[in-house]
């Protein structure tokens, strides 16, 4: 056993008995949560909801049956509700019966009350402690039907009768809980999402399996019978909302911070190339974390995939902060090289490429201390948080591997940027050797991009 899905799995081999149903695995506190935002005890499941117990049960059950043949879908903790069979004792009055002895109903019901479940006559104050004083039959008298069939109701002439010549009594079935929702009555399915898959992810699957199933008659859905799903799902698919329109915002924003240290968008444009790479240097971690092979290693004796848990990383709200808070850092070393570059090109103009590239070889060479300690010193910040354990860190962990992933291969910015760099420079070399014809001079010192540009 080496984490909490170890044991999980223990108790559920465990626990696996006919008649038995699962549970989904989630703690006290973390249930407790889901309860206040969703209602139900688990993180995903569907509300059914409709006219009649009956027909919202049925309907589940269907549903459950048909959910645990998804392989998405962990077939142990699939469960509807069973609404209906919790066994009721009704007693029905006989009206002829109360009439012939000259009883009324409501001399029968207060026997009944009396017997069974108790009269409050009044309370007694103890100090500063109230304690009501209810009369009621003694357990033994109360406690079997055939004790509750003798229970004797006075008669109008003072005759003793059996209360089971005034009542019927019979078991029926009935609800075990009533839950409603928007005035309808409902009923819920839960279940846990599979190994390795997401809460979306099973969600998705579920709603396609039992549309199709609808499609295919292999399922009816009751007439007045509605359903849909429920629970972090929703918050999810709400983050994911957000996030497709703060993402392209936060990528807007920080071009044009770029344009405002640059001037060109040419530069601005290098720059935010280092975007493309950390995005792919944060999916590639990802991917790599689900790899068996990856840090397979056992140096000194320290397993680093227990050390950095490594894992299956599912692409949650979580990982896409992580994104978020990468792009705010990818452009680092690449400003770091063209505020350099921009700089050792400013006030002259080279005359040949080879002076051009000269130039962006030496300032290349002049920027990868800074870079790499930039880069150092980012991916050592983070080192404690992808190590980390304990509460918080299921949320902290999978944020931290975009940031690792993305800054670590931002390092071929050092690279890219003195490369596309220099192709603009012998673009704009190319382009003014056309202007100026074969038999103009070249001036030592011109006005850089600005300057012409106020001229």
């Known amino acids: 056993i080496r984490s909490p899905d170890d044991i999980w799995d223990e108790i559920t081999a465990a626990a696996e008995h006919p008649g038995l149903t699962g549970a989904p695995k ?3 506190i973390k249930t407790r949560i889901v309860m ?7 993180a995903v499941g569907m509300k059914i909801q409709g006219p009649d117990l009956e027909s919202i049960e049925r309907f589940g059950l269907e ?3 048909l959910l645990k043949q998804l392989p998405a879908i962990e077939a142990s903790a699939v469960l509807a509700d069973r609404i209906v069979g919790k066994p009721y004792l009704e007693l029905d009055i006989k009206r002829a019966e109360i009439a012939h002895h000259g009883l009324s109903i409501t001399e029968v019901q207060d026997v009944i009350q009396i017997a069974i479940g108790g009269r409050t006559l009044t309370r007694t104050v103890e100090g500063r402690e109230r304690y009501p004083v209810r009369v009621r039959y003694m357990r033994e008298e109360r406690d079997e039907l055939e004790a509750l069939r003798r229970v004797l109701v006075p008669g109008r002439h003072g005759e003793q009768v059996p209360l089971e010549q005034l009542v019927d009594f019979r078991y029926v079935r009935g609800p075990q809980m009533i839950r409603s929702e928007d005035t309808f009555l409902n009923g819920y399915v839960t279940w846990d999402p599979a190994k390795g898959v997401g809460e979306v992810e099973s969600v998705q699957a579920a709603a396609e399996h039992i549309a199709r199933a609808i499609a295919d008659g292999r399922i009816t859905v009751p007439t007045g019978v509605s359903y849909r799903f429920a629970g972090t799902y929703e918050n999810q698919q709400r983050s994911q909302a957000r996030l497709l329109i703060l993402v392209p915002v936060a990528l807007a924003i920080i071009f044009v911070l770029l344009y405002l240290q640059f001037r060109r968008t040419g530069t601005a444009l290098m720059v935010f190339s280092g975007m493309a790479l950390a995005a792919a240097g944060g999916f590639l971690l ?3 974390y689900g790899q068996p092979w990856f840090l397979a290693a056992t140096p000194f004796d ?3 995939r227990e ?6 990383t599912r692409v949650t709200v979580a ?9 705010g850092v990818a452009t680092d070393n690449g400003v770091i090289v063209a505020t350099y570059l921009t700089q050792s090109f400013a006030g002259a103009r080279p005359s040949s490429v080879a002076e051009i590239r000269e130039r962006v070889i030496e300032a290349g060479h002049r920027r990868v201390r800074p870079c790499l300690m930039t880069t150092a010193t980012t991916l050592l910040a983070l080192l404690p948080v992808v190590t980390s354990r304990g509460r918080g860190a299921d949320l902290m962990v999978p944020m931290a591997l975009p940031t690792v992933g993305g800054v670590g291969l931002t390092l071929v910015t050092l690279l890219t940027v003195p490369v596309l760099f220099s192709l603009a420079r012998e673009l704009e070399l190319w382009r003014d050797g056309l202007r100026r014809g074969p038999d103009d001079e070249v001036p030592d010192e011109v006005p850089d991009a600005e300057e012409r540009a106020h001229a």
Do not use: K
């Open 26 to 28: 989630l703690m006290p």
């Open 307 to 312: 050390l950095l848990q490594v894992g299956d």
């Open 319 to 327: 990982v896409w902060v992580g994104f978020l808070a990468l792009f």
């Open 286 to 288: 990802i991917w790599l």
């Open 36 to 42: 206040l935002q969703s209602g139900m005890r688990s």
């Open 302 to 304: 320290i397993d680093l």
């Open 63 to 65: 549903v459950e049956a």
